[in-house]
């Protein structure tokens, strides 16, 4: 039996904003409510690369495949004119352990999923009138993150914050191409904005506590190894509401965890991120929210079987 092997091109042509938002809040919801099998991550770095691996299992338990994923991320890439981020998913039956097909999508799904949970999460923990965005980093995952919360609700400025002027107004030219209204920032002027969102692989935190303004909304999705840190410890004590989406992986190695470990808040002070997607919040207008995600194995088991289901057809 020949081995199917699905490209990006033909994953980008099967997938749908809407298959992707569907599949990753139906999997965040699972897993909450335990309905799935996360083992805990594998890390690899890099660092005379600049670069890390991680190697991601899981299984929404009443599916017919689980997936293992290899996912790179080589953050000098750019410069030699190479994409930064890579990866592939292996799908295999739940059912016989055969290997059901390879999704070569040069981390296509990855991205996806990383930026639907983002927008999912940040537009149920912001206030309905929330309006101001800003994004700490220039990469895809800033692009990315902009663009899918727009599907979900209206955004005017964006603020850019970033460490490379050039890349800071290359993508403040890209937003403005899709019509969002983007502008490059300090640091301090992007954190008081009303929906804060962090891309980076930053080791040190990128944003100052008492900058935040009240009634801000936090989601950072760069910590997704132990020597990364976007968020500072001092924010988790501010938090009302603090959202992870999966509270092991954020306390070991989540913006999360560093602020536990640091004594600004207590290990069961996070709720699932899933149960907070599953019913509307009720939240004070001057509270502010965080969402540390470090991403879940299970999203990107259930992302992969609807994409080959779409393929199928």
């Known amino acids: ?63 017919p495949a689980f997936t293992i994923k290899i996912a790179t991320g080589f953050y000098r890439n750019a410069a030699n004119g190479l994409p930064t981020n890579h990866g592939l998913v292996c799908l295999v039956s739940a059912e016989t352990g055969q290997i059901r097909a390879i999704l070569d999508d040069q981390s296509l799904l990855t991205a996806w999923r990383t930026a639907a949970a983002g927008a999912l999460i940040t537009h149920a923990l912001a206030r309905p009138d929330a309006a101001t965005l800003a994004v700490f980093g220039t990469g895809e995952q800033a692009r990315l993150q902009t663009e899918w919360l727009a599907r979900l609700r209206p955004i005017g400025t964006v603020f850019v914050h970033g460490r490379n002027p050039d890349k800071t107004r290359t993508l403040c030219d890209q937003l403005n191409a899709q019509g969002h209204r983007a502008r490059p920032a300090s640091a301090q002027q992007a954190a008081a904005a009303d929906m804060i969102i962090t891309t980076t692989p930053a080791a040190t935190p990128v944003l100052r506590a008492a900058d935040i303004r009240e009634g801000a909304h936090i989601t950072g999705i760069g910590t997704d190894m132990p020597h990364k840190n976007e968020l500072p410890a001092e924010l988790f004590a501010r938090a009302a509401l603090i959202a992870t989406d999966d509270h092991q992986q954020c306390l070991d190695h989540g913006d999360f965890g560093h602020a536990v470990r640091a004594g600004a808040t207590t290990a069961t002070s996070d709720t699932h991120a899933g149960l907070l997607l599953e019913e509307p919040i009720d939240r004070p207008q001057d509270a502010i929210t965080i969402a540390d995600l470090t991403g879940v194995g299970a999203l990107d088991a259930a992302l992969a079987l609807a994409v080959l289901g779409e393929l199928a057809q």
């Open 1 to 63: 039996m020949t081995l199917p092997v699905v490209g990006a091109a033909a994953i980008r042509q099967a997938t749908t904003f809407g298959l992707v938002f569907d599949t990753v809040r139906e999997a965040l919801i699972a897993h909450a409510h335990g309905r799935t099998a996360v083992p805990p991550p594998l890390h690899l770095q890099f660092p005379d690369a600049d670069g890390d691996c991680h190697v991601k299992a899981g299984w929404v338990t009443t599916a």
